[in-house]
């Protein structure tokens, strides 16, 4: 199988120099670890290769060929203007603050969502038009948040999985985003979608079940029929790049050795950044001025090495934060420096993979205190560096990579006074206890590294599009339509059972806002050709509901209360399907119920006839799912000796007798007229599974919305339904 990788940039950016066209490799961990992927499985990776010239250049074009022949390497050029308004717009400056939880950053333009949706979809062409049956498709990261669905659309049946590399916020965060519900749906249009942290997958997770009224379970939700597997993968480093050259090469040795000599005597702390806001620069500083202020003794002793390679530089807020970085540099030095002891090293820009290397060995204790972070390679780099050695780690709590390395010490880098007294602890640490930790550290970090995360992940990738494609019978096939309708034509006596809430109509926050349309209600009588098919509306609604909607009509079949009370198309009686069960049950059920509203704000007791049933349709997403699993045990407990059930619907929890179900009217229905010659059963919840299960092989058995279940076909929402209805009736 093809691995197909899509980033926002190539690994390699395309530069106009004396001597034409070159390409300067980036040196990621990403590249390295999914680099020997491509070349082994002769697959292609996607991205941008950096700003195009005004006009069309043959000599450009042809190196770009030759990536693509050569390395698998496929350039999607952005137009210069898209280009500009798409990295500098939404992505770098709507998410990005938004993911690491600086809303106050966020600034946002439709322009800048116009040219990420533009640039979304030129990717989707680029790749679309290469792809190859069998491929896996591994999008990347936020710039590319709307790709998985775009692809999905194109081509149904391709594997897609997707990585955010960046931190997912809190659901309280996220949802301050414009355009929060295309991202969500973007990123469901994979088979498999994988975050750096566990707390990631929870909020995204979080964000689906409150802006899009979807839930999942830990690892995987269903929509429009299809699962997406959910997982927390978290990304590793490839460890030999940088030990390799620490062990062998030259150039790092030399280094090392002069490290070691210009900083003899002194304690060496070390910070390597990309110059970003949420790496935390400015806070380090001063904590490392709190350090000195509070620890005389590591004036003229410590240095702090801070580099850090200036990103983003078009955006104001970088410009600024460059500005803020340069005067504190300048604060610390001026106030503490001595003519032999400069406090800060300082240096903005990026240094070669020999002197980063000959650094990290070299630095007594490395301080990675972003505020907040996907992962943070720097982490891992820096203890990669340190095999054998008695460095220690000073790690932020907000970076992903301390979900990993508990033997780091911890951090709170908004506060600067306990990170300085951190700093100090560790550096007063023995060192054999430094070692322990390290060596515990340099461990995972050995096995937890980029090739073994790649291979998970396409691993998990390959499986998921596999049961994907072998869902078999757990999931329903999509309704073949013209075919259901063309059946329905040509039969003489239809059964048509239809669910109400969630299939004929949406679901309401009210139960008693969900009244049907006069147009729904003559679709049905119209339906019913006069009395030669049968037209059911099989609901769990109780019978009041039914009168007020329904009172007057004439010509539909009503079954209330899931079918415990019946009305024939010509009377406007009503027959209990059982003789009345004595109605004490409900002193002790309720009681229960009542327990679980005052516990729930915003939940409420319905009470019919033959059930009570707590909603909670309007209380807080995930806290009441969680109930609502208590409540049901409890429930099986207190009823297990009786005829009554507690059965789970859609946020409600129903406590009802066993023999009043769905299944139960079909018999009634069949019996009431000529054998039928079409069936038709449409629901939306685990109530009519009830009604599928006592169906023949060939009836028209439907679920509305994804999930597994016993129904042959499916269909996406109650619109999907109306729409099938109007085909059916429109030459009946
Ligand atoms: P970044 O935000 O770029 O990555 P990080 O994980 O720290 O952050 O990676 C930075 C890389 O750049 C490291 O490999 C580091 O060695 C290198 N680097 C930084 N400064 C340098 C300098 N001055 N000279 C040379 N090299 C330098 C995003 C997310 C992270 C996530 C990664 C990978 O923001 O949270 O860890 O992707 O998933």
Redesign the pocket.
């Known amino acids: 199988m093809r691995l197909v990788v899509v980033s926002n940039r190539l690994p390699l950016t395309l530069r106009g120099s004396a001597e034409g066209w070159v390409g300067e490799p980036s ?4 590249v390295t670890a999914l680099g020997p992927v491509i070349q082994r499985t002769g697959g292609l990776w996607f991205g941008w290769p950096g700003e195009g010239p005004e006009r069309a250049d043959l000599e450009r074009q042809t190196t770009l060929d030759r990536w693509e022949r050569e390395s698998g390497f496929v350039a999607v050029d952005l137009p210069r203007a898209l280009a500009t308004r798409f990295y500098q717009g939404y992505p770098n400056q709507t998410l990005w603050p938004l993911f690491h939880q600086f809303p106050s950053l966020l600034e946002y333009s439709p322009r800048s969502w116009e040219a990420y949706v533009e640039a979304n979809n030129r990717f989707r062409d680029a790749i679309v038009d290469r792809l190859e049956p069998g491929d896996l498709v591994w999008v990347h ?1 936020y710039h590319l948040m709307l790709l998985p669905r775009l692809l999905r659309e194109a081509v149904p049946d391709v594997a897609i999985g997707f990585f955010l ?3 997912f916020p809190a659901s309280e965060v996220f949802r301050i985003l414009p355009h929060r519900e295309e991202l969500l749906l973007g990123v469901l249009g994979s088979d498999y979608a994988a975050f ?1 942290t566990h707390r990631h997958l929870s909020h995204f997770r979080s964000s689906i079940l409150r802006i899009l009224g979807l839930s999942s379970s830990m690892d995987r939700l269903f929509l429009e029929g299809r699962a997406v597997q959910l997982e927390a993968r978290p ?1 590793g ?1 490839a460890p030999e790049s940088f030990v390799g050259l620490l062990e062998g090469d030259q150039a790092v040795g030399a280094a090392l050795r002069k490290l070691r000599r210009r900083f003899e005597g002194r304690r060496i702390l070390l910070s ?3 110059l ?1 806001y ?2 935390g620069i400015p806070e380090r500083l001063r904590a490392y001025g709190r350090l000195l202020a509070r620890a005389p003794h590591l004036r003229g002793q410590a240095v702090l090495v801070q ?3 200036p990103s983003r530089e078009r955006i104001p807020r970088y410009r600024e934060l460059k500005a803020q970085v340069d005067r504190l540099v300048g604060e610390i030095n001026g106030q503490y420096g001595t003519p032999e002891w400069t406090p800060v090293v300082y ?1 903005r ?5 020999a002197d ?1 290397v000959a650094l990290y060995a070299a630095s007594d204790l490395g301080w990675v205190t ?1 505020l907040r ?6 982490a891992k ?1 820096y203890v990669a560096c340190q095999k054998d050695a008695a460095g220690v780690l000073v790690l932020s709590e907000f ?3 301390a979900a990993e390395m508990g033997e780091a010490v911890i951090v709170n880098p908004y506060d600067e006074e306990r990170t300085a007294a951190a700093v100090e602890r560790a550096l007063a640490l023995p060192p054999e206890h430094r070692r322990e930790r390290m060596a515990a550290l340099h461990r995972r970090v050995a096995r937890n590294n980029a090739f073994a995360w790649a291979e998970r992940f396409t691993d998990s990738l390959r499986r998921a599009a596999r049961s994907r494609l072998h869902a078999g019978s757990s999931e329903p096939a999509r309704l073949p339509l013209a075919e259901a309708t063309a059946a329905f034509h040509a039969c003489r006596n239809g059964v048509l059972l239809l669910a109400y809430d969630g299939t004929l109509v949406p679901l309401a926050p009210r139960p008693a806002e969900a009244s049907p349309p006069p147009e729904l209600v003559s679709l049905l009588l119209h339906l019913g050709a006069e009395g030669r098919h049968r037209v059911a509306i099989v609901s769990g609604r109780s019978r009041v509901d039914f009168e007020r909607w329904f009172g007057d009509v004439e010509g539909l079949w009503l079954a209330a209360e899931h079918g415990a009370v019946l009305r024939p198309p010509t009377s406007h009686e009503w027959s209990a399907i059982r003789p009345s069960p004595p109605e004490d049950w409900k002193e002790h059920v309720l009681p229960v119920l009542e327990h679980y509203v005052d516990r729930t704000p915003g939940s409420f007791i319905e009470a019919k006839e033959y059930s009570l049933v707590w909603h909670y349709r309007m209380s807080d997403p995930e806290f009441s799912e969680w109930l609502s699993n208590e409540l049901v045990a409890s429930l099986e407990e207190l009823l297990a000796e009786t005829e009554l059930r507690a059965i789970r619907a859609h946020k409600s929890v129903e406590v009802k007798f066993a023999w009043a179900n769905k299944g139960e009217i079909v018999r009634h229905l069949e019996a009431a007229g000529p054998a039928p010659d079409f069936r038709l059963a449409v629901g939306d919840d685990q109530t009519d599974e009830d009604l599928f299960a006592v169906m023949p092989p060939e009836a028209w058995t439907i679920r509305v919305g994804g999930g597994p279940s016993q129904a042959r076909f499916q269909l996406g929402s109650p619109g999907d339904v109306r729409r099938m209805l109007e085909a059916m009736a429109s030459t009946s």
């Open positions: 040196s990621g961990g990403l990261d590399h960046i931190p750096q990304i480093i390597v950044d990309r970003d949420t790496k580099i850090a390679v240096i820009r990026s240094v070669s993979r980063l972003p972070d996907g992962m943070n390679l720097v780099e970076a992903g990579a």
